[in-house]
């Protein structure tokens, strides 16, 4: 059974950091497509960042201050972000394609899932 399983979120101030992970378990995420995602309160799930096979992408909205990991033989994913603002309060998703992707999963290639994390960033 494949389960994606993140942690590291919380209520954090704004200009602090966090590092979120995302373990799994059942699942390899080597040769596959993956990656982070957000969504805030009532606005639609966007990409944060992804691994696929042509290298690292980010949101347009991720670029400056996040930076995405991995730890292959931990089977673990990472995502560092710094310099926190308000409206980086969303739930952050872990997900990943079964697929060797050229790109980052859409929600419909995406076909592991984990449950998210809340991150809070207060002013």
């Known amino acids: 059974q494949v389960q994606l399983v993140e942690s590291g979120g919380g209520p954090v101030q704004a200009g602090g950091s966090l590092k979120l992970s995302c373990a799994a378990s059942?699942?390899?995420?080597?040769?596959?497509?993956r990656g982070w995602y957000r969504q805030a309160p009532g606005k639609e799930r966007e990409l944060v960042s992804c691994?696929?096979?042509?290298?690292?992408t980010y949101g347009e909205s991720a670029k400056a201050r996040f930076a995405i990991s991995e730890d292959i033989a931990e089977k673990t994913l990472y995502l560092q972000i710094y310099s926190l603002k308000t409206e980086d309060t969303a739930v952050y998703y872990c997900?990943?394609?079964?697929?060797?992707?050229?790109?980052?999963?859409?929600?419909?290639?995406?076909?592991?899932w984990g449950q998210g994390t809340q991150v809070t960033v207060s002013s």
């Open positions: 997900a990943a394609s079964k697929a060797r992707l050229s790109s980052c999963p859409t929600d419909h290639e995406a076909n592991y």
């Open positions: 691994i696929s096979s042509t290298g690292t």
């Open positions: 059942g699942f390899v995420f080597s040769g596959r497509a």
